[in-house]
């Protein structure tokens, strides 16, 4: 009996040490959340991923893969339209699967010759998508008001989808693209969903389909000055091709693995959809128990090993070895092989598993079981 004692309360004192930890990084975050000259740090962590240190691992360590089905064609340095008219002939004559087109041709230029070389290149090909924007978000229908298409639309059909990044992560780090968003009471696909589908050759991507969590795992994307299409139209033939600029300071946007034209986000969000390797995100509940259980095990090692290093017979060792600065290094390397096995799994299959609540419980544990034992001893000497 006494032996069920001694575990149920070894339990309870664990499990009390591992909920002080976790109200401690709570107590932490609500402070930097509230006080104001705290706000830049809220908005920092806020916008924090282990994601994107998994994908910085990535980039060091991983060989990356050359797209077999997107090429990047840079237009940067072209601004007279009929130049652009050009241009897309250009790509067109190589004959590319899917010509994604991200420029709006917003109202008639003083060029009108180029305004109708733009118009009669958009009405000859049926495989280009051209992009479009959505603007003036209204919270409370949930759903933007306003479009912004090419001129040439109100007499030409052509194949369109917006390309606004997602809305709450303006001015962050951008992770995800949607795939659909409702504007003027329907519901409208996005650049990327029409691209992949019209690659595909049928609708594998729908209006219900939940935004895509990119993937920025290591992968090349040739790319191609505009001058340059005639000279490899093996990276044009039978291809999807993204027509865009490449250092438009205007259209560039922050990632987890650095600064990015938004075309190759684009890119990137079209080849997640087309290789089928979407980030998978933890689920908050089960996050919020894989998290428990890992502080609670932390707890439990922790005191294991101050109890095996009391046995050492060397005072000086058990010294040194039970000192706060022995502890955080044990500690330090069991969160270091935590945030390797999570790496690994996410490598493998893609699983995003994120560790900060866990890892900075982990921090506290230790202050957490001072804590306890100090308050233990005091309410034992006021019982007796």
């Not at 504007?183 to 895509?212: H, L, M, W």
Request: charged share 20%; proline share 2%.
């Amino acid at each position: 009996m006494s032996l069920h004692i001694r575990l149920l309360s070894s339990i309870a004192r664990h499990l009390s040490i591992t909920i002080i930890a976790f109200m401690v990084v709570g107590a932490f975050a609500l402070v930097t959340i509230n006080v104001s000259f705290l706000n830049p740090i809220a908005r920092a962590l806020q916008d924090f991923s282990m994601t994107d240190m998994y994908y910085q691992a990535l980039q060091s360590t991983a060989t990356p893969d050359t797209s077999r089905a997107i090429t990047i064609v840079d237009m940067t340095e072209l601004y007279e339209r009929r130049s652009i008219a050009e241009t897309i002939e250009q790509i067109q004559a190589e004959r590319p699967k899917v010509l994604g087109v991200d420029i709006v041709f917003e109202g008639l230029k003083e060029d009108l010759q180029g305004d109708m070389m733009i118009e009669t290149v958009a009405k000859a090909y049926d495989n280009s998508i051209y992009s479009y924007r959505l603007l003036d978000y209204d919270g409370q229908q949930q759903q933007f008001t306003n479009e912004v298409h090419s001129f040439f639309t109100d007499s030409v059909f052509v194949n369109e989808g917006y390309t606004n990044m997602q809305r709450q992560l303006y001015g962050g780090i951008k992770r995800e693209l949607s795939l659909s968003r409702k504007s003027c009471g329907e519901r409208k696909p996005s650049f990327v969903a029409n691209i992949v589908n019209q690659y595909a050759g049928r609708e594998i991507v729908t209006v219900d389909n939940d935004d895509v969590q990119i993937n920025f795992s290591p992968v090349y994307f040739p790319r191609l000055r505009y001058d340059s299409v005639a000279a490899h139209p093996e990276l044009i033939e039978d291809r999807i091709v993204l027509y865009g600029a490449m250092s438009d300071e205007s259209d560039i946007h922050y990632t987890p693995i650095g600064k990015m034209a938004g075309v190759e986000l684009l890119a990137y969000a079209i080849h997640t959809l087309l290789t089928q390797q979407e980030v998978r995100k933890v689920s908050s509940v089960l996050l919020a128990l894989i998290s428990f259980l890992l502080v609670f095990v932390t707890q439990m090692l922790q005191d294991i090993y101050e109890k095996r290093i009391k046995l050492l017979k060397s005072p000086l060792l058990v010294s040194f070895l039970s000192s706060s600065v022995a502890l955080g290094v044990v500690t330090f390397i069991w969160m270091v092989l935590l945030m390797w096995v999570a790496f690994i799994l996410f490598s493998i299959s893609g699983i995003s598993l994120n560790l900060g609540w866990a890892l900075s419980a982990m921090a506290f544990v230790d202050a957490a079981r001072s804590f306890y034992d100090t308050c233990l001893k005091s309410l034992k000497n006021k019982l007796s």
